[in-house]
């Protein structure tokens, strides 16, 4: 499998603003990464002559560096350009578009916690939107379930009545930077 370049000097940069409201406690673990998807993939990959399938892959990510701004607000810079556009398999330019961003946050760390996960898809960010993720508050630091990955909701409304007075809100907000 080809190995995706990261272009050396990106320009369309877009700030993303997470902001952590009503958290039951501290989060000493933030990672996160934008998610990029090659999107002509079968013109640019080879098949898998006896499987007929594309053995390559469709999709990498970049890792994403938040910086702690006070206790309840994290930035980050991301580009969309960030991977090249390149002829990796001999067959033509494979063209790479930026799909979106995924946080992880947890507790500390461990693999037993809780790992909360909002998320901008590439609408959001191209058209720098917000977006508020819901999540409940008994599931931290951590669920029943090691490692449980708990993606939120987008409403309150969506949880149980006695639920929705025990929730927290993670809000990501995506701003174009001009060069």
């Given at each position: 499998?080809?190995?995706?370049?990261?272009?050396?000097?990106?320009?369309?940069?877009?700030?993303?603003?997470?902001?952590?409201?009503?958290?039951?406690?501290?989060?000493?673990?933030?990672?996160?990464?934008?998610?990029?998807?090659i999107t002509n993939h079968q013109q640019c990959t080879p098949?898998?002559?006896?499987?007929?399938?594309?053995p390559s892959q469709k999709e990498d990510s970049v890792p994403?560096?938040?910086?702690?701004?006070?206790?309840?607000?994290?930035?980050?810079?991301?580009?969309?350009?960030?991977?090249?556009?390149?002829?990796?398999?001999?067959?033509?330019?494979?063209?790479?578009?930026?799909?979106?961003?995924?946080?992880?946050?947890?507790?500390?760390?461990?693999?037993?916690?809780?790992?909360?996960?909002?998320?901008?898809?590439?609408?959001?960010?191209?058209?720098?939107?917000?977006?508020?993720?819901?999540?409940?508050?008994?599931?931290?630091?951590?669920?029943?379930?090691?490692?449980?990955?708990?993606?939120g909701e987008a409403s309150a409304d969506n949880y149980a009545?006695?639920?929705?007075?025990?929730?927290?809100?993670?809000?990501?907000?995506?701003?174009?930077?001009?060069?």
């Amino acid at each position: 499998d080809a190995v995706y370049q990261k272009n050396p000097h990106p320009q369309k940069a877009y700030r993303i603003t997470m902001t952590i409201e009503d958290a039951p406690g501290p989060f000493g673990f933030v990672e996160a990464a934008a998610f990029y998807q090659i999107t002509n993939h079968q013109q640019c990959t080879p098949i898998e002559p006896i499987a007929g399938v594309w053995p390559s892959q469709k999709e990498d990510s970049v890792p994403v560096v938040f910086q702690k701004i006070d206790a309840r607000t994290y930035v980050a810079t991301i580009y969309s350009d960030e991977m090249i556009d390149a002829d990796y398999y001999g067959k033509g330019p494979c063209h790479c578009q930026l799909t979106g961003v995924g946080v992880s946050l947890k507790a500390s760390g461990q693999k037993i916690e809780t790992n909360f996960s909002p998320s901008l898809e590439k609408d959001q960010i191209f058209e720098s939107r917000s977006k508020a993720t819901y999540f409940w508050r008994g599931g931290y630091p951590r669920s029943k379930v090691d490692d449980y990955p708990d993606t939120g909701e987008a409403s309150a409304d969506n949880y149980a009545e006695p639920n929705r007075r025990d929730l927290f809100i993670v809000t990501l907000k995506a701003e174009r930077l001009e060069p």
